[in-house]
């Protein structure tokens, strides 16, 4: 029974840990778009990873699985028009 509980407790701390890493936007990190053009600092990062910036005046919230890290910066695969356009 107690191994259980441990095996139970490793899985649950490698969930947890893969979930850090899929997070790749931090609050205050600047985001770019596809092309490089810069969109706003990182707002705010939901439960799911996705990022909310201000841009135009409007919180718009990026997919979490559109981002990436390239060269140390946090990367949108979406264009700047893209991203104008979501909720």
Sequence with gaps: MKSWVAVSVLALASLSAAAAEANVATE???LLASNGSRLGAV???TDD???QVIIDGKMVTVP???LSVTDGKLVTS???A???KLP
């Design 78 to 80: 979406l264009s700047k």
């Design 49 to 51: 990873g996705s990022a």
């Design 28 to 30: 205050g990190k600047m």
């Design 64 to 66: 979490a699985n559109t």
């Design 82 to 84: 893209e991203v104008r």
């Design 43 to 45: 707002y705010r990062v």
